[in-house]
């Protein structure tokens, strides 16, 4: 049975940071490219970061220098490190993989 459950969100003040994780259990986790998305109130989901099973990454342009994906492979975790956070940041975050998705984590950024 895979599980992929995040944590780490919460609310925090516009230029502040957080760190999400995503622990993930019942798959290989080393050999899965994964993915954090985020989804917005009436607005769709959007793909924010992957990193990739060999530790290549990609991110949205709206992220662009203020978060880092990373993975642990002996703690089967990947992190979300975001810096500099703005209002339009605020959303759900989900962590993916394949077909499988967390539950997400919500992210609240304040003016």
């Known amino acids: 049975q895979v599980q992929l459950v995040e944590s780490g969100g919460g609310l925090v003040q516009a230029g502040g940071s957080l760190r999400l994780s995503c622990l993930a259990s019942?798959?290989?986790?080393?050999?899965?490219?994964m993915n954090w998305f985020r989804q917005s109130p009436g607005k769709q989901r959007e793909l924010v970061a992957t990193?990739?099973?060999?530790?290549?990454?990609n991110y949205a342009d709206s992220v662009k220098g203020r978060f880092t994906i990373s993975r642990d492979n002996a703690k089967n975790t990947v992190y979300l490190q975001m810096n500099s956070l703005k209002p339009e940041d605020t959303a759900v975050y989900y962590c993916?993989?394949?077909?499988?998705w967390g539950q997400g984590t919500q992210v609240t950024v304040s003016s």
């Open positions: 990193i990739t099973s060999g530790g290549n990454t």
């Open positions: 019942g798959i290989n986790f080393r050999i899965n490219d």
């Open positions: 993916k993989t394949t077909r499988y």
